[in-house]
Nanobody, 124 residues
């Protein structure tokens, strides 16, 4: 099993850049595809981005395409989400999730391991 801990959230001004980190422990990260999801107050959890174990495949949700970048460093057991040109609609709790295998799943139900989340607030 893998344990996940997110960090890097906070208050950011619209238009600025923020980087989130997801630190993994307990298992070999290179066996897992990893994703970021977010949940704004009153909304369902939304897919943000996913990355395959060797970083060869990435996928993005439409609202963040061209602005966010997912990456990973398996040696450091960390996954990153670089958030650029943020806006108020990016305000949410961001969680990372992992699943065994190479498929870069976009659905919540496809992931069995979750972190606690880190809150991002974008002020305008």
């Amino acid at each position: 099993q893998v344990q996940l801990v997110e960090s890097g959230g906070g208050l950011v001004q619209a238009g600025e850049t923020l980087r989130l980190s997801c630190a993994a422990s307990g298992s070999t990260l290179s066996m897992y595809s990893v994703a970021w999801f977010r949940q704004a107050p009153g909304n369902q959890r939304e897919f943000v981005a996913s990355i395959s174990p060797n970083a060869g495949t990435t996928r993005y949700g439409d609202p963040v395409k061209g602005r966010f970048t997912i990456s990973r460093d398996n040696a450091k057991k960390t996954i990153y989400l670089q958030m650029s040109r943020v806006n108020s609609e990016d305000t949410a709790v961001y969680s990372c999730a992992a699943r065994l295998g190479t498929y870069t799943e976009v659905n919540v139900a496809g992931y069995g391991f979750w972190g606690q989340g880190t809150k991002v607030t974008v002020s305008s």
